[in-house]
């Protein structure tokens, strides 16, 4: 019996989210991307935390920087998941609400590691399986073998994503549990639900390309007539040219800028699965983001999932 989203539904009921929330979902999202974008772009301005690979003796303070601000935004990028999840639950939220995850930075940080251990292994697995695969394809086009494996990476990709996407949420819901408890529960609980997911994501497709368009639209604007003007002279120092092709730090900001309208609605409805936590013998209600959830059991359908024969 396949199992099916009610994506309408699910996008109505995080609108609905959205207008109540307090403070506004636009205002809070506008302080989260300002506390992890801008300070990542900041940092890339700035040349703080760029070093050489593999570095070398003088880039210990950058690497050290480039480190802390990825640990640091994946504490946040928790900390918003969190104040998804409660915007849903209709419970109190708050600008606080942001840095909840660093009360447990430790399990957060052990559970991305672990992920990333586990997504590393899935990757030699399959990179193991699609080198000997192309091995035995290789009397296909180049052109067609090349979108196979692409097309190939980029499903393995989101199958091995999908696996994980429930743990942070049940690290919230029972920090008790430990790191990799939600982890190993997320991949049980993403049986038969990946499909789903994707369709969900998909279904924003096209709102993100139009984002990355209009960033693409600003960095050519600013690179295109400086690679124009080098081609047009009688000799071509390729050193130059890469030069030319260098972004100006105006043009990375404005690019990073332009993204902002669009990701202030786009953030919060962006569909983040969330287990439902309704267990045998529970009455807690599910808890589902702005834009809802995969439930994951035969109890939950509620009114976002329904099964059919």
Do not use: H
Request: hydrophobic share 50%; with cysteine; charged share 15%.
């Amino acid at each position: 019996m396949p199992m099916e989203l009610n994506r309408r539904e699910l996008k109505a009921q995080a609108r609905e989210r959205m207008r109540e929330t307090r403070p506004p979902f636009w205002l809070l999202t506008l302080v989260y991307l300002l506390l992890t974008t801008g300070v990542s772009t900041l940092a890339d301005l700035t040349g703080a935390a760029q070093f050489t690979f593999p570095p070398s003796s003088g880039d210990t303070l950058p690497l050290f920087l480039y480190l802390l601000i990825l640990l640091y935004t994946t504490v946040m990028n928790f900390g918003y998941q969190i104040w998804a999840l409660r915007v849903y639950r209709r419970q109190e939220t708050g600008y606080g609400t942001l840095i909840d995850g660093f009360s447990m930075a430790g399990r957060v940080l052990l559970m991305e590691l672990y992920i990333f251990g586990c997504t590393l292994c899935w990757a030699l697995a399959f990179g193991t399986a699609g080198g000997l695969a192309l091995l035995l394809l290789n009397w296909l086009p180049p052109v067609l073998l090349v979108l196979l494996i692409y097309g190939a990476g980029f499903g393995i990709a989101l199958w091995i994503s999908y696996r994980y996407a429930m743990a942070p949420f049940l690290l919230m819901d029972r920090p008790e549990a430990g790191a990799i408890a939600p982890v190993r529960e997320s991949v049980a609980m993403m049986q038969g639900w990946k499909w789903e997911y994707f369709k969900l994501d998909f279904s924003f497709f096209g709102w993100y390309l139009l984002n990355f368009l209009l960033s693409l639209g600003v960095e050519l604007a600013f690179i295109l007539p400086a690679v124009l003007e080098l081609l047009q002279a009688a000799e071509v120092d390729p050193a130059l040219l890469v030069n030319g092709l260098e972004l100006p730090w105006t043009a990375a900001l404005l690019s990073t800028l332009i993204q902002v309208p669009l990701s202030l609605w786009l953030d919060p409805m962006w569909p983040s699965p969330t287990p439902d936590s309704i267990r045998p013998g529970s009455s807690r209600p599910p808890p589902l983001p702005p834009c809802g959830t995969p439930p994951m059991t035969g109890r939950t359908m509620g009114r976002t999932c329904k099964r059919q024969i």
